[in-house]
């Protein structure tokens, strides 16, 4: 299988070779700009400036920095509405000293300001609330406020949120085993795993997303998914038959490590899907964005089967996500309203915080994130300020500091996929900008 005719599942989620360097191998951020580039411009646009999603060249740097705003264009998609009730309200009172917080890059010994991170993460469009009010908000590249932007793997943590609103409701049971939901996975590498260990990424199963390998699995997961396939493709046609496929690791048991696969986050959807009869882009509109109030209709991207994309494919705009990301730092509350229980919240908040969490966490290659731990998609900092965070390639996250009253929403596109190049120069921003807010 050509890379070419990969899914956006895998392109979304490549890691591209080299090192932790921006601007010495790529165009800068502003040399990169969408409307300078003349992306799908004109009727019809130039050939060199037309872009397909068939042949992946809408993912490219920098054509991606165009397509991260317009991925409605390029796939098969699934409204998650936002209905017509009462939308929330939010307060701006913006502070431009932090454009000057300073901040040291992790293996770095010189300072970057807040601002100028902002091109050197090729960022779309930034918030900051402290203390429920907008007090930054920026939006450097082709992302404008009314618009929507793919959020990559910060999905995940949207379906991990659907199942803990389940969990907390009791409508689903983490300990249960994935075939008690899911028997079609009896002769699968699942068959064994439980529903908590499909949460937490702890689940033995053969996958590996090594792009440099073409026999990785996860050229043939996203085969499944692929809306453009050749003509003479006999395998999976979707991304459940794919599940079915799925091997167990024999030299490993489930729970003992964390292990960050893509397809833990399809399963988890189909399991909620197997318990409220809804697919996900219906659960996310009804448990969350509809009570939310939130001002835009979402969507997800499909597999060709019509299954939503749990794993990367939820796009959807910068303030809905920050006010999602602004409720879950109040327990779940938003305009003094319970939007979903606080149970859940502090579930997915501190329920990966213990020694086993940390202990299954340090056998990954994730060797920068020191102390962390993952519970229910989300990525759990376990430092002094109990921050958490949901990260999507290419630059997306949602930062909660519950210490500092802060959560951070970014879109980006920048030219580097894997966060272990985006890192470095985020989070030790991210802190800064805590600390700072914390002394005003």
Same mark, same amino acid.
């Given at each position: 299988m050509k890379k070419t005719l990969v899914s956006f599942g895998a392109l979304a989620l490549v890691g591209m070779a080299g090192g932790a360097g921006f601007a010495e191998e790529f165009p800068d951020a502003q040399k990169t700009l969408p409307a300078s580039m003349g992306w799908m411009q004109g009727f019809p646009p130039a050939q060199e400036k037309t872009l397909h999603a068939s042949d992946g060249s809408f993912f490219e740097f920098p054509a991606l920095r165009y397509s991260v705003n317009? /991925?409605?264009?390029?796939?098969?998609?699934?409204?998650?509405?936002?209905?017509?009730?009462? *939308? +929330?309200?939010?307060?701006? *009172?913006?502070?431009?000293?932090?454009?000057?917080?300073?901040f040291?890059?992790?293996?770095?010994? %010189?300072? /970057?300001t807040f601002e100028e991170s902002l091109d050197a993460n090729y960022t779309d469009g930034i918030i900051v609330m402290h203390k429920g009010k907008i007090v930054y908000e920026k939006y450097p590249a082709g992302l404008k406020p009314d618009g929507l932007h793919a959020a990559m793997s910060v999905s995940k943590s949207f379906t991990g949120t659907v199942a803990s609103i389940l969990a907390a409701e009791g409508k689903l049971d983490p300990s249960k085993k994935v075939t008690d939901y899911i028997p079609e996975l009896k002769d699968s590498g699942y068959a064994d795993a439980t529903v908590r260990q499909v949460m937490d990424m702890t689940t033995a199963i053969k996958y590996s997303e090594d792009y440099n390998d073409p026999n990785a699995e996860i050229w043939a997961y996203s085969a499944a998914g692929n809306v453009f396939r050749p003509i003479n493709y006999r395998g999976p046609?979707? +991304? +459940?038959? +794919?599940?079915?496929?799925?091997? %167990?690791?024999?030299?490993?048991e489930h729970g003992e490590a964390f292990g960050y696969r893509t397809i833990n986050t399809e399963l988890l959807a189909w399991i909620c899907s197997r318990v409220t009869g809804q697919g996900l882009a219906e659960m996310v509109s009804e448990m969350i964005w509809k009570p939310l109030g939130a001002h835009y209709d979402g969507f997800y991207q499909l597999d060709p089967s019509g299954i939503a994309f749990a794993g990367g494919g939820f796009d959807l705009n910068l303030r809905d996500m920050a006010m999602f990301g602004e409720m879950m730092r109040n327990g779940g509350k938003l305009n003094g309203k319970q939007i979903i229980p606080e149970k859940a919240v502090k579930d997915i908040a501190s329920g990966g915080s213990s020694e086993e969490y940390k202990a299954a966490f340090a056998k990954s290659d994730y060797t920068k994130l020191k102390g962390w731990s993952y519970h229910n998609m989300w990525w759990i900092t376990n430092n002094s300020h109990g921050a958490y965070m949901a990260r999507g390639v290419h630059g997306q996250a949602i930062y909660i500091d519950p210490a500092a009253e802060m959560v951070i929403a970014r879109f980006a596109s920048t030219h580097y996929a894997s966060n272990k190049y985006i890192d470095p120069l985020s989070i030790p921003a991210y802190e800064a900008v805590a600390e700072y807010l914390m002394k005003k």
């Open positions: 317009h /991925m409605r264009e390029f796939y098969p998609t699934r409204n998650v509405s936002s209905g017509n009730g009462k *939308k +929330y309200s939010v307060k701006q *009172k913006l502070d431009p000293k932090i454009d000057n917080v300073t040291t890059p992790w293996d770095s010994d %010189k300072t /970057m046609q979707n +991304y +459940y038959e +794919y599940l079915a496929t799925v091997k %167990k690791l024999p030299d490993l």
